[in-house]
């Protein structure tokens, strides 16, 4: 079993900058993915950005040049520095982790950003 701390999240002004960490813990034999997604009131869990076992990292395409996606692998945390954000960032936002190709899920961490 993994289980999956975050921290961060809040209220912040349209502009603003907010800092989401997770860390992994537990039974951990191989990491396939880590990152973040969102749910917004009335819709389905989405892709925010999350980065793969090599390495390379996916982001939504309505988070590219503002949210950037990093990872320390010794620590089993991955952090995510949401810069410029929008009122329609606003969305309960899960960590999410791939461990032995096994879908963990954090208890999510709300972000809300008034305009």
């Known amino acids: 079993q993994v289980q999956l701390v975050e921290s961060g999240g809040g209220l912040v002004q349209a502009g603003g900058s907010l800092r989401l960490s997770c860390e992994a813990s537990?039974?951990?034999?191989?990491?396939?993915?880590m990152g973040w997604y969102r749910q917004a009131p009335g819709k389905q869990r989405e892709l925010v950005a999350r980065?793969?076992?090599?390495?390379?990292?996916n982001y939504a395409d309505f988070v590219k040049g503002r949210f950037t996606l990093s990872r320390d692998s010794a620590k089993n945390t991955v952090a995510l520095q949401m810069n410029s954000l929008k009122p329609e960032d606003t969305a309960v936002y899960y960590c999410?982790?791939?461990?032995?190709?096994?879908?963990?899920w954090g208890q999510g961490t709300q972000v809300t950003v008034s305009s």
């Open positions: 537990g039974t951990i034999f191989s990491i396939n993915a």
């Open positions: 980065v793969l076992s090599g390495r390379s990292i």
């Open positions: 999410n982790v791939v461990e032995s190709y096994r879908n963990y």
